[in-house]
């Protein structure tokens, strides 16, 4: 299958199940048919060494592929030197974590810088990461760093921007596109099959890792993510259509806040059903 489907960290009905700990989130999304489980340290690594072997083993078991959001601290694009310090110590402590839960991809956002031009916070995110490989090149090992599209206007990350980066050692990087947030920063012009394909096209990668949620937004950007069907943006059709028309290999995490493990069925099963179809009309 060229894409596979699962859930950035565990849903309300996991821990409402009885579970307490991730270590049996690997058994659960298992049964729901999902490949894939993005581990959020978002808020912060608060994690043993001990349970992070443990969830690393529980979900090669299952085969399940783990990647990881390194925390919302990061921002390599400040000014100020101890954020960026910082943000190093994160992406180091993510990669270390990384490697002991048998992760293969750190996603994480740029960052931000209020009343500066895009051009210096895009020169110096790019200044940073060339520094970061030359100097942390043994603990990144075969894992891949994933930066993401961004949610508001203010933080850099647009598609170009993300792919500036990724171009510093494409080996290395890879762009994480989160259509939701790529549909709220562009005011909900993401309608239909086509433009999920323009983006696809400026891409031009054949591997993706993708967050796909729906979501409200205001003039500024994203406001909240949205569970899938409630009526809110993007159309899921056309951009399951879209990754099927084009051949595009992709992890798509589904980042519903309390309901993700079942939005990443719903778009499994709708991506099913789409390939059959597809694959009939042939
Ligand atoms: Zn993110």
Not at 253 to 279: C, F, H, M
């Amino acid at each position: 299958m060229n894409l596979i489907f699962g859930p950035a960290g565990n849903e309300e009905l996991f821990y409402n199940s009885g579970f307490k700990s991730t270590v049996y989130s690997a058994k659960y999304i298992t049964k729901m048919g999902l490949f894939a489980f993005e581990y959020p340290f978002t808020h912060g690594i608060r994690l043993s060494d001990e349970t992070a072997m443990k969830i690393g083993e529980a979900f090669s078991q299952e085969r399940i592929r783990l990647s990881i959001h390194a925390p919302y601290y990061i921002n390599i694009a400040s000014p100020n030197p101890e954020i960026v310090e910082k943000s190093e110590k994160y992406l180091i402590r993510s990669l270390q974590m990384g490697k002991l839960m048998n992760a293969d991809r750190i996603i994480f956002h740029p960052g931000s810088s209020k009343k500066e031009d895009r051009k210096v916070l895009l020169d110096r995110s790019i200044a940073f990461l060339k520094n970061f490989i030359d100097n942390n090149i043994e603990i990144i090992g075969g894992i891949k760093l994933c930066p993401e599209t961004h949610g508001k206007k203010i933080s850099i990350g647009d598609i170009d921007e993300i792919l500036r980066m990724c171009k510093v050692y494409p080996d290395i990087f890879l762009p994480t596109i989160d259509f939701a947030h790529i549909y709220a920063v562009n005011g909900g012009q993401l309608n239909n099959e086509d433009d999920f394909t323009r983006i696809f096209e400026k891409l031009n990668y054949k591997e993706l890792h993708i967050h796909f949620s729906q979501i409200e937004f205001n003039d500024k950007g994203e406001i909240r993510h949205r569970s899938l069907n409630s009526g809110f943006g993007p159309p899921i059709d056309a951009f399951l259509s879209s990754l099927i028309t084009n051949h595009i290999k992709a992890r798509v995490i589904v980042e519903t806040p309390g309901t993700q493990s079942k939005d990443a069925k719903i778009l499994l099963d709708r991506y099913l059903e789409l390939e059959g179809k597809n694959g009939k009309s042939l």
